[in-house]
C-alpha cells in the first residue's frame, strides 16, 4: 500500500501556482473554460470524443466502422479503420497545405562527442522508405518481429518508421541490457532479424553493442540476419551470410515505398518491461488507437506550436522515447531534439548547453536527473541562455516538491509551467498530467486526468477511497493507448491488470486524490521498483543474484535513495562453505550487471546467514526493506521463522 511517510509529507504540499494568463491565451487550450469544455465533451461520451480527436490528429486510408468495441479485458479502437503510422509521421507532412513541412527539421541530433546531423521531413521520409525496402529485402514481411538495438542515433529512428511503413513489428531493447537479455526478448518476440550498431557512445566509452548481439546469438538467440550500422567505427567481426552492414544495404534502396494500409489493430510494436515476476513482459501496442492517444497528448500536454523546438531526453529504448521521442512529436510535424550520450559528457554543463544552443522551448525529463542536476548544482546552468524555454515536464517516477520547485526556478525561471505527467510502458501515453496553461500545478501532484481518462483510487474492495486515503491506482475506461495484451501471454495479461479488479485496470500504483481531486501518485505497490526511473522487478534481480554458483538465495528489495528515487538492495545467503568477502558483493553486483544489463547492477549486496522468512516460507520483503532503509522494524513480526535471521541482519548493520 502507499508510503504512509509519503502521504503525510505531501498532504503539507499547500504551494499552488495558477497559470499566467498571458501564457495561456496563447495556449492550445486556452484556459480553465476551455479545458472545462474538452472535459464535458468526454464525460457525455468517451467514445466520441476520441473519435473527433483520432479525425483531426490522425489521417486514415479508410474510415472505422465502430469507434470502440470493448469486451473487457480486450479493446479494439477504430474498428476497421486503414492506416498507417509512418505515413502520419512523415508523408502527410510533404503534402497538401503541410507540404512546407519538407524542409522543417523533424530531428535535430547530436551525438556524444559532438557530431550534429539535422534531418528533414523529406530526409526522413526518403531514408525511411528506404530502410523499408532493405527489411523487405531482406524478406521481412508484415507482423513479422524486428528487433532494434541501438544507440540514441536517427537511425533508430529510421528504422522504426520503416518497420511500422511495411506493417512489421519493432521491438526495441535498450542498449544498457545485455546479451541474456536479448536472448530472451529475441526468443519471446521469434524475431529473425536484428538491427544494431558497432556501437554507442557514452562517457567517452564505446558501448559495444555488436558484441553483446554475437553473445546473445551464441547463446540461443534464434535470429539468422544481422544489420549493422556504423555509429562508432571501431572493428568488429563481421559473420558471412548473417551480418551486413546499413550502408551496403542502403547504398541499393530505392527511396519509394508504399505505406502498407494497415489495419487500425494491426500490432505497431511490443516493447518489454518489468513486471512482478522474473520474466519480463512483452507489451503489445497497436496502430490507430496508440497512434491517436500520443499524438493528441503530445499536442496539447506539451501545447505543441509548429515553431517549438522540443526536447525529451529519455531514451528511445523506453516507452516515453517511443511516444514522445518519435511517434508523437512526429505526428505533429513537430522538431525533436534527440542527443545520444550521457548529462555530464565531456562535462555538467552539457544539457544547457543543447537547450541553449538549439533554442529549445519544451524540455521533458525525469525526476531523477533533476535531482542529479541539483546535485551538480545551478552554476553549471546559470552559464548558459535558458530563455527559449516556455514549458518544462517530468516522467517515469514521483518528484518531490524541493526537485519541482528547483526545476521551476532554475531551469523554468519561474516563468514555465511544469507538466508533471503520470503514465506506463502499459498505456501507451499520459494518462494524468496538468494541460498546461488551462490546470493550476502544485509540486508533487500530476493533478488531473487528461480529458477523456477516467481513474479512480480505490480501497482493496474495489470501492472508491475518500479524499486524502491512500489507495490502488486504477483506470476505469478503456482509452486508445491502451496495451493490447501481453505478447504469448494472453493468461498473464488478465491475470496482471484485469483480474485485481473485475473489468478494470489495475496500474500496479499507490496514490490518493487530495480535495480538489489531484491526484498524487506514491508509487509502485507491486514487487516493481522504480530505479532512477526505470523500471526493475525485484525477481529479476533475484534471480540474476542465484544464477551465480555461490548464491543459494537471494532478496532484492529497494531502498529510497536521494537521487535515483529508489536504489536496489540484495540480500544473499551463500552456499554451503563459501566465505564472505568484500570482494564478492562487488563480484554478484557486476554479475547482475552482466545478466540483465549495467541498468539493474545493484547498489548494494549484503549477506546474511539466512533470510527471514515466513511459517509459510515466503521471504518478508517489508522486513527488508525496513533493514535496507536502516528503519526501525515496524508491525507484525509473529510470523517470522527465525528472529535470530533478523536481529543478526540488524547487528550486521551496526
Ligand atoms: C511510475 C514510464 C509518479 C509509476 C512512462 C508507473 C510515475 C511507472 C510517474 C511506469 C509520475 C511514471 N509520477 N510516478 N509522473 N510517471 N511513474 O512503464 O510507478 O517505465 O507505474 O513508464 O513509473 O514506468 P514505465
Partial sequence: MADEFAIESSLKEKRRFEPDPKWSRAALVPGKAAYRRMVKEAEKDFRRYWARHAKENVSWFTPWKKILDWKPPRARWFVGGKTNVSYNCLDRHLEGENAWRKNKAAIIWEGEPGD??????????????????????????????????MPLVPELAIAMLACTRIGAVHSIIFGGFSADAIRDR???????????????????????LKDMVDEAIDGGAAVNQVIVLQRTGHDVPMKAGRDLWWHDLMA???????????????????????????KPKGILHTTGGYLTHVATTSKYIFDLKETDTYWCTADIGWITGHSYVVYGML???????????????????????????????????????????MKWGADHVKKYDLSSLRLLGTVGEPINPEAWMWYRRVIGHNRCPIVDTWWQTETGGILISPVPGAVATTPGSATLPFPGIFPDIVNEQGESCGPDEGGYLVIKKPWPGMLRGIHGDPERFREQYWSKFDGIYFTGDGARRDRNGYFWVMGRVDDVMNVAGHRLSTMEVESALVSHPKVAEAAVVGRPDEIKGTAVVGFVSLEGDVAFDASLAEELRSHVAREIGPVARPDEVRIAAALPKTRSGKIMRRLLRDVAAGRETTGDTTTLEDFSVLASLRQDEE
Fill in 331 to 373: 505526428a505533429n510535424g513537430a522538431t525533436s531534439v534527440m542527443y545520444e550520450g550521457a548529462p555530464n559528457w565531456p562535462d555538467e554543463e552539457r544539457f544547457w548547453q543543447i537547450i541553449d544552443r538549439y533554442r529549445v522551448t519544451i524540455f521533458y525529463t525525469a525526476p531523477t536527473a533533476i535531482r542529479t542536476f
Fill in 252 to 278: 541499393d534502396a530505392s527511396p519509394v515505398c508504399k505505406p502498407a494500409k494497415l489495419d487500425s489493430e494491426h500490432p505497431l510494436f511490443i516493447l518489454y518491461t518489468s513486471g512482478s515476476t522474473g
Fill in 116 to 149: 550534429r546531423r539535422v534531418l528533414t521531413y523529406g530526409d526522413l521520409h526518403r531514408e525511411v522508405c528506404k530502410f523499408a525496402n532493405v527489411l523487405k529485402d531482406r524478406g521481412v514481411k508484415k507482423g513479422d518481429r524486428v528487433i532494434l538495438y
Fill in 186 to 208: 529475441t526468443n519471446d518476440a521469434e524475431a529473425r532479424v536484428i538491427v544494431t550498431a558497432d556501437g554507442g557512445w557514452r562517457r567517452g566509452q564505446i558501448v559495444r
